[in-house]
């Protein structure tokens, strides 16, 4: 991993002032895509650009599949179908992807804006906007509204203002900076319903909340109680909803007293996903690079290729016993 990726990117204003140029002077079609299993930022910050761009009186196709439990943040707005190609002349904007193949519902070909802060970010694209100091890719969006000149609306501010909440964890994550509140703030006086807002993204179906129980009986402790892992019982995964019920579910474990790192895993088809939580000097990062994925350094993921719930414990374990051994606490 390259230290230096993960520094506060320089030239960000410059590269956010030529992303909205690019934008405001665009007359075609424009596309704007996120990653497979949108989160809140995902969803977020690519509805907020699209419904900031429709303003500007552009032909925007906002591709993108929320989960259930953000399908409220889009309204009455209508999401387009995916496409295999995409048009000649048209514009692709890629928000919140720490790489080309986790894009979805667009193959990334033609003239691509990249609008992300991962630190892995290859920064591909003609056009890419990737600052890893931020947040959130919401807290860009907010950035590049600002600098498209479009007024601001409770309908354009709830989505942005939601990428933020919840890649920070309700504000509580160390990516938690004063520059973030103060965005943050910024958004809310546009009038957005806050409240209502943040209460809103912790609702769940019922079934959620026996899919728990199920999961939290899978709770086991290693190393000395410094990882906590949880599964996703196996033959739950095609049950509805199951599994994207429970994708916040490491960040319930994560909580284990004297824990530092926290894995959520759950089979798909034949591959086994792992969502990595970490503190301390641990870097879920390092862990989740190892396994073949990415994110961030408190918190990453990857997918085992082929590989069903016991030899993904079986490669994980060595993995996490390795970092909190460089870290110092093995
Ligand atoms: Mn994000």
Redesign the pocket.
């Known amino acids: 991993m390259n230290a230096a990726i993960n520094q506060a990117e320089p030239l960000y204003r410059e590269k956010l002032h030529a992303a909205a140029e690019a934008l405001e002077n665009f007359s075609g079609p424009i596309y704007v895509v996120t990653h497979v299993d949108p989160?809140g930022?995902?969803v977020g910050s690519s509805l907020g650009l699209a419904l900031a761009l429709e303003a500007m009186g552009k032909e925007v196709f906002w591709i993108c599949q929320p989960p259930r439990y953000l399908q409220f943040l889009a309204g009455d707005y209508r999401n387009s179908p995916p496409i295999s190609q995409v048009p000649e002349g048209a514009l692709l904007v890629v928000l919140?992807a720490a790489e080309p193949s986790r894009v979805e519902g667009a193959p990334v070909e033609g003239y691509v804006i990249n609008i992300d802060?991962?630190g892995t970010n290859p920064r591909f694209g003609d056009i890419s906007v990737v600052d890893p100091s931020k947040a959130?890719?919401a807290q860009i969006v907010k950035d590049l509204v600002d600098a498209l000149g479009v007024a601001w609306t409770p309908a354009i501010a709830t989505p942005v203002l939601a990428?933020m909440i919840t890649?920070t964890g309700n504000f509580a994550f160390a990516n938690t900076t004063p520059e973030l509140l103060r965005t943050a703030a910024d958004l809310i006086a546009q009038g957005v319903a806050y409240a209502e807002l943040t209460d809103r993204l912790k609702w769940r179906p019922p079934g959620y909340f026996q899919l728990m129980g199920k999961v939290l009986s899978t709770v086991e402790f290693h190393f000395g109680g410094l990882l906590v892992t949880a599964h996703l019982p196996p033959g739950l995964q095609g049950e509805n909803g199951a599994e994207e019920d429970s994708d916040d579910f490491v960040g319930t474990i994560r909580y284990a007293e004297g824990s530092l790192v926290a894995v959520f895993l759950r089979e798909r088809g034949p591959d086994t996903k792992l969502s990595i939580r970490s503190r301390g000097r641990v870097s879920a990062q390092n862990i989740a690079v190892k396994l073949g994925g990415g994110g961030h350094v408190p918190a990453a993921g990857a997918t085992l290729r082929g590989m069903g719930l016991s030899d993904a414990y079986g490669r994980l374990l060595p993995v996490v016993e390795e970092e909190l051994k460089r870290a110092g606490y093995l």
């Open positions: 989160d930022d995902a919140d802060h991962h959130a890719t990428g890649d």
